[in-house]
């Protein structure tokens, strides 16, 4: 009896122990970036959500998908342009997994196939161009490799998110090559900026001075009107100073010259005391020394030169 009662509390022991045990087995926990595939003798079973997960343990087992977006290498490889030359390039592939199950059941190295395709792709795509049009279409190169890399990686349960050629490098002749030429093509372009730069200042030189010559030349068109102009109002003033104050006088001077013509002819006229022609012969003065006549004597007579009578 007391051995029967032995067996007892040691299998009960052993039962507890046991119980404890598949209790540790079955707990297992999946983190939030994660999601967990319970396959239950090797066949899957279903998802267990992120958490304190229980299955039943020496039966089911769990498996860990990870969720976040993740990086591979394309590692260094040599290929070549459509021109012959080799250029060593190397990329960087970002992805995510939006199905966890087809991520774990329809490709078996999700990476190794990744890497292996974006090497091929990349054969390709760098094959199909010239070395000048791979250095400039980068970005075009990173795009048809995300495109085709996304479409095949589709049936994977995997979305390539992204693709980034990290270097081109050709060889090192090539590159001391292009160095010279772009050291080339930079001098030519300054040699041309100078050069337009100079017929630049040229230009607004020549500008300048025939905008100074085309302004003193009209300063001088200027300057001649206004002198004639002001030697035409001065020649209008002395016109009218003269008709103003000469007139009179030049009349007088016609009437002696006729009145000197008229004496040349020995004719005597009487002269009246009060006249004008008194005043221009200078005898007003000799009219008023001389004595009054009588009222029954002659008029005075003016005598002309040479002793003739007026």
């Known amino acids: 009896m007391d051995a029967i009662g032995g067996l007892v509390v040691v299998a009960i022991f052993a039962f507890l122990v046991l119980g404890l045990v598949a209790l540790a087995k079955g707990a297992r926990t999946v983190k939030q970036y994660e999601k967990g595939l319970i396959t239950r003798l090797g066949k899957y079973h279903g998802m267990a959500p992120s958490g304190l997960t229980f299955i039943v343990p020496f039966v089911d087992d769990i498996v860990r998908v990870d969720m976040r977006e993740q990086v591979i290498t394309v590692p260094p490889q040599k290929l070549i342009t459509k021109d012959n030359v080799t ?9 995510k997994v939006i199905d966890p199950v087809k991520s774990q059941y329809e490709v078996q190295d999700f990476g190794y196939a990744c890497t292996t395709l974006a090497q091929t792709n990349l054969r390709n795509l760098i094959g199909d161009r010239t070395l000048d049009e791979t250095l400039v279409a ?37 590159t001391d090559a292009m160095s010279r030429q772009m050291k080339a093509e930079r001098e030519k372009r300054a040699a041309v900026l100078e050069a337009e730069g100079i017929k630049q200042s040229q230009i607004l030189q020549a500008e300048g001075k025939k905008q100074s010559e085309i302004l003193k030349a009209e300063g001088d068109a200027q300057a001649r009107i206004t002198r004639a102009n002001a030697e035409a109002e001065a020649i209008k003033l002395v016109s009218n ?14 009437r002696l010259e006729v009145l000197n013509n008229t004496l040349a002819q020995n004719t005597k006229y009487i002269v009246p005391s009060n006249s004008s022609l008194v005043n221009i012969l200078g005898l007003d003065g000799a009219m008023q020394s001389m004595p009054k006549p009588l009222s029954d004597a002659p008029a005075p007579t003016a005598s002309g030169p040479a002793g003739r009578s007026l």
């Open 87 to 95: 250029v060593e390039v190397d990329a960087v592939v970002y992805y």
């Open 138 to 174: 980068r970005d075009m190169i990173n795009t048809n490799l995300r495109e085709v890399l996304d479409e095949a990686t589709n049936g994977w349960g995997v979305k390539v998110t992204r693709v980034e050629v990290q270097k081109i490098e050709p060889p090192r002749d090539i």
């Open 241 to 254: 100073a003269a008709e103003t104050y000469f007139k009179e006088r030049a009349e007088m001077m016609r």
